[in-house]
């Protein structure tokens, strides 16, 4: 594993900041109704997209996720303003202002979406990662999915799939305790998720994903195993959601005292405790941390804002290649 | 001009098109060491080897979002469902991936794969094995569906399903795979979208698609004994559908009879009444005529399975009905 320097520490303290603040502002706006739709947030998951990266090659691996996917794309190297311009449903959107929340895709970075129906990526992580081995490339692709999806059939069959074929893959499930509002113990007899690999002889096991060092070290082994053809790895990132499932969501199924020790372990709070210990940073720069995420933040919602909305051709243009397809009339 | 089979179309129109683009694979049950459940990969395996032409598990869900995946990474597959009654085990991820990716990236992403197979019913199969989801499929926006009824339009429309760069669901049958029909020795490709006139009539139009398009042309051979002449249209596809054809063919015989072996409700036979009342119901000396099968699923007995069916003695019935004679 790339070691985790004090460079590295601090760009995860001032990135994961920046991801939780995003998405404060997000909820933000949404109760401006300036966002519509369905808006699902990552804060208290950001360590699992800070481990990840670090893990990574950003020149050639790639990623794909469900619907809590605001903040990947930003990591992976996607402008923010083009995100939040997205969500506001803006002709300066990743998607022309056509996915909205739930689905930000960037092909330039790899970023393969954003997707709405849950355990319906993980086939398509498996083929991202088919296109490659096809082709030869030497990238693993990342497949995110919740611990809800892990009840979905797509996943073994993806997973039966990807082993048969020895795919360059690791497949991800983010274990944030509920699906919604109903506890991983509520979906079946057994709560370890990472179990599932076994029947597949997959690689497998549990990750402390509040912690984005031990994530690190978990998926660089696992994006090793894959570029070096020993084929999927299965990770159970044992994590936590602050927010609801959605914004609508009044999460009758849990208590605060639960969050609030979920928060004891913030993997904002850890890096920046182990930057003021081991690294003796001091509160005069995580100030002017705070001041820089305030600053880039504003900006994402100004352009947001500024954009305009786009015009209505776009719905048609989207949908087929073909540039001239006959669409049939809504009224005749 | 050579006659083959039908299966040898679709198998000449996938192997010409992968000695052309290293990208294309041919992935389902059976296609590779058993050569198709239908024969239709038929010496493909022995031609492009396991890496283009790969067996899978019984895991219709799987391998069509594996595929689609691979799309994402420069991929031109071509899946084979055993039949599209097995499809729906899948669907979602052609419905909500396949037919979707283009538009919800903004049009970062296209998605150009072919999902090809039997549709409709193919004998005493039953309920679940005799199912036309044509109409399914052709709702979608994002998706374009083609259901050829013989050999020379299935390989030129399969060649053609294969270069588009949208996804395209092609639609076969069982009852086809051995039909006779000549191609010509060369290359060539068929336009999507465009119907084709098969037999010039005055009395009255009737359009179809697909196997039961046979029907259709007994019943012509019928009515023409007793001076009834019928124009035939095939439409070859369904999304996008060849208006322009129909509407010139119904402004000449004021008639129209559609014939299509699906569930009543909400079919393709719907939309082109719907589009006919709208476009032409000046031309109209009649109420326009459908014929689908009984709005039940099939039966397997072969005397219910008849009467569920619609053959050529339903045309002729709908044919004289909209000319007002007995």
């Given at each position: 594993m790339k070691k985790v320097t004090k460079d590295v520490l601090l760009n995860w303290y001032e990135e994961m900041l920046f991801w939780r603040k995003f998405e404060d502002k997000l909820a933000q706006v949404y109760i401006q109704q300036k966002v519509r739709g369905f808006l699902h947030l990552y804060n208290g998951q950001e360590a699992i997209l800070a481990g990840a990266l670090h893990a990574m090659d950003l020149t050639k691996d790639k990623m794909i996720t469900a619907y809590r996917n605001h903040v990947q794309p930003i990591g992976m190297g996607v402008d923010p303003k083009r995100v939040m311009a997205e969500l506001y449903g803006k002709a300066t959107g990743t998607s022309q202002g056509l996915g909205g929340s739930m689905h930000i895709f960037s092909k330039e970075h790899r970023f393969y979406g954003g997707h709405g129906i849950v355990g319906g990526q993980i086939p398509l992580g498996a083929g991202i990662a088919f296109g490659d081995k096809f082709h030869g490339v030497n990238a693993v692709t990342l497949t995110f999915f919740g611990d809800g999806a892990a009840r979905q059939g797509s996943l073994h069959e993806a997973f039966n799939l990807a082993m048969l074929w020895n795919l360059p893959v690791v497949f991800c499930v983010e274990n944030n305790g509920y699906a919604m509002g109903t506890s991983v113990a509520r979906t079946a007899n057994h709560t370890d998720i990472w179990k599932l690999g076994l029947g597949y002889e997959m690689p497998c096991g549990p990750v402390d994903a509040m912690d984005p060092e031990k994530v690190a070290e978990a998926m660089s082994e696992a994006i090793e195993r894959a570029r070096s053809g020993g084929g999927p790895t299965f990770l159970e990132l044992k994590t936590y959601r602050y927010r609801g499932h959605s914004m609508s969501d009044a999460q009758k199924y849990r208590t605060k005292d639960e969050v609030a020790e979920y928060q004891k372990i913030d993997p904002i709070t850890q890096v920046k405790d182990r930057l003021m210990s081991d690294h003796n940073m001091s509160e005069d720069h995580f100030k002017d941390v705070a001041k820089r995420v305030k600053e880039r933040v504003a900006e994402c919602e100004k352009f947001a804002e500024e954009s305009p909305f786009p015009e209505q051709s776009v719905m048609y243009d989207a949908v087929y290649e073909q540039e001239d397809y006959p669409f049939l009339p809504a009224k005749s | 001009m050579k006659t083959i089979q039908f299966r040898e179309a679709i198998c000449e129109a996938m192997s010409e098109e992968m000695r052309r683009d290293e990208s294309i694979y041919l992935m389902g049950e059976e296609v590779a060491e058993y050569n198709g459940a239908y024969k239709a990969s038929k010496g493909m395996l022995d031609e492009f080897g396991a890496k283009r032409v790969i067996d899978t598990p019984i895991a219709e869900l799987g391998f069509a979002g594996i595929a689609i995946g691979s799309t994402m990474t420069g991929n031109r597959p071509i899946v084979e469902y055993?039949?599209?009654?097995?499809s729906l085990v899948g669907i979602d991820q052609i419905i909500n991936n396949a037919a979707k990716i283009r538009q919800m990236s903004g049009g970062q992403f296209k998605c150009p794969i072919v999902f090809r197979g039997p549709t409709a019913s193919a004998g005493q199969l039953a309920a679940t094995h005799s199912q036309a989801f044509e109409n399914w499929f052709a709702n979608t926006p994002g998706l374009k569906v083609i259901v050829p009824s013989n050999p020379y339009d299935a390989k030129g429309l399969l060649k053609a399903a294969i270069r588009d760069d949208d996804p395209v669901i092609f639609m076969e049958s069982e009852q086809m795979y051995g039909d006779k029909g000549e191609v010509p020795e060369g290359e060539y490709v068929l336009p999507i979208g465009v119907a084709e006139l098969k037999r010039e009539g005055n009395d009255v139009t009737i359009v179809s698609f697909g196997k039961i398009i046979k029907e259709a042309y007994k019943a012509a051979d019928e009515l023409e004994k007793e001076g009834i002449s019928c124009e035939i249209i095939d439409l070859r596809t369904v999304r996008p559908y060849d208006k322009e054809a129909i509407l010139k063919s119904v402004k000449k015989t004021n008639r129209l009879v559609i014939l299509e072996e699906a569930w009543p409700f909400g079919n393709v036979s719907t939309e082109i009444s719907h589009m006919i009342q709208a476009e032409a119901f000046d031309y109209l000396d009649a109420p326009v005529y459908k014929i689908n099968t009984q709005d039940t699923p099939a039966p397997y007995s072969p005397g219910l399975l008849a009467e569920w069916l619609p053959d050529y003695t339903d045309v002729v019935e709908g044919v004289k009905k909209v000319m007002y004679r007995k």
């Open positions: - | 055993m039949t599209f009654n097995f």
